[in-house]
């Protein structure tokens, strides 16, 4: 069975400065995808990023990026100049690619990090 | 804005009571799903729907019983809650493909007395 783990159940950051949020995850698949997803207190789940495992380049968006590493099965993702607006509970999630049956939709998230950002 | 709405936000009810939960959205997305999350802890996926069918149960008690009426519509039906099922439900919605990201709505938080 596939599992994410995120090491980090808090970081902080001030504002401006960059801050790294880790994942590892296992799997025995060579296709998935990978995503990062932000739960701020007003609860809706966002999607910040998303990586294909067949590409090796990293994916950006804005100031967000990942660190995907896949023989270390390692996905980190880099907030540069970090916002007060980006506080939030950040989850690592998993997903096979073409899984269909009683596997199609599941998503396998990490545990999560609580990201503070001080001004 | 959120793209996908759930009603109501909030609701308690007792143990005996029956209420429904709803979710909505107009992305002409044909997956929908249920999560359950508890404070600081990743959504459970509950159930799966795909073009209207269900396609995962995640061994959840049928206390909980899910209905897809349509392709824009998810309801959770409620039914002799336990008090361990106080918690967040959120619902969320995909493009069919494991690429395709899930759009999560704001959910309902959800107390048992």
């Known amino acids: 069975a596939q599992t994410v783990t995120q090491s980090q159940p808090e970081m902080s950051v001030q504002e401006a400065e960059t801050v790294t949020l880790s994942c590892t995850y296992d799997t025995s698949e060579s296709d998935y995808y990978l995503f990062w997803y932000k739960q701020p207190p007003s609860r809706q789940m966002i999607l910040v990023i998303r990586?294909?495992?067949?590409?090796?380049q990293n994916a950006t968006e804005n100031r967000f990026s990942v660190n995907f590493q896949k023989a270390a099965k390692s996905f980190s993702l880099k907030i540069s100049d970090s916002q007060l607006g980006d506080a939030a509970m950040y989850f690592c999630a998993y997903r096979r690619a073409n899984a269909g049956g009683t596997s199609y939709g599941k998503l396998t998230f990490g545990q999560g990090t609580i990201l503070t950002v001080h001004p | 804005d959120t793209e996908v709405t759930q009603t109501p936000k909030h609701l308690v009810m007792g143990m005996t009571n029956k209420k429904s939960l709803k979710c909505e959205q107009h992305?002409?997305?044909?997956?929908m799903y249920w999560y359950k999350q508890k404070a600081k802890k990743p959504p459970e996926l509950m159930f799966v729907?795909?073009?209207?069918?269900?396609?995962i149960n995640e061994s959840v008690p049928s206390r909980f019983s899910p209905e897809c009426p349509n392709s824009s519509l998810l309801n959770l039906h409620l039914h002799a809650l336990q008090p361990e099922d106080s918690a967040l439900y959120l619902c969320a919605s995909s493009q069919m493909g494991s690429n395709q990201p899930q759009h999560f709505g704001d959910g309902t938080r959800l107390s048992i007395l």
């Open positions: 729907y795909s073009y209207e069918k269900l396609s």
């Open positions: 990586q294909e495992a067949y590409k090796q």
């Open positions: 992305m002409g997305h044909r997956a």
